[in-house]
């Protein structure tokens, strides 16, 4: 079974920075893009940025400048660098990933989701 498990949110106050982990476990062959999302109370679900296994990245606009995406293929872990940030930052943020498990088809992952608060 593969997990994706999130760490780093918290509250934090507007202008200060946050990492965010996402950490990949279990039978895995091979992780292709990865991604972090977050959805904001009564918002859909968007998101911020991506990182394919290549790391080549892709970021939405709200990211661009402020939020940097990596990976680290030999731990199976992406991060996400957010500064400069701003009250509506606030969110829960959630890692993805395009996982191939054991012999079986890639599939889609999604972690549990940490919380981000930015305070004004």
């Known amino acids: 079974q593969v997990q994706l498990v999130e760490s780093g949110g918290g509250l934090v106050q507007a202008g200060w920075s946050l990492r965010l982990s996402c950490a990949a476990s279990g039978r895995i062959f091979s992780i292709n893009d990865m991604g972090w999302y977050r959805q904001a109370p009564g918002k859909q679900r968007e998101l911020v940025a991506g990182?394919?296994?290549?790391?080549?990245?892709n970021y939405a606009d709200l990211a661009k400048g402020r939020f940097t995406i990596s990976r680290d293929n030999a731990k199976n872990t992406m991060y996400l660098q957010m500064n400069s940030l701003k009250p509506e930052d606030t969110a829960v943020y959630y890692c993805?990933?395009?996982?191939?498990?054991?012999?079986?088809?890639?599939?889609?992952?999604w972690g549990q989701g940490t919380q981000v608060t930015v305070s004004s």
């Open positions: 993805n990933a395009r996982i191939r498990a054991g012999f079986g088809p890639v599939r889609d992952y």
């Open positions: 990182i394919s296994s290549g790391g080549s990245t």
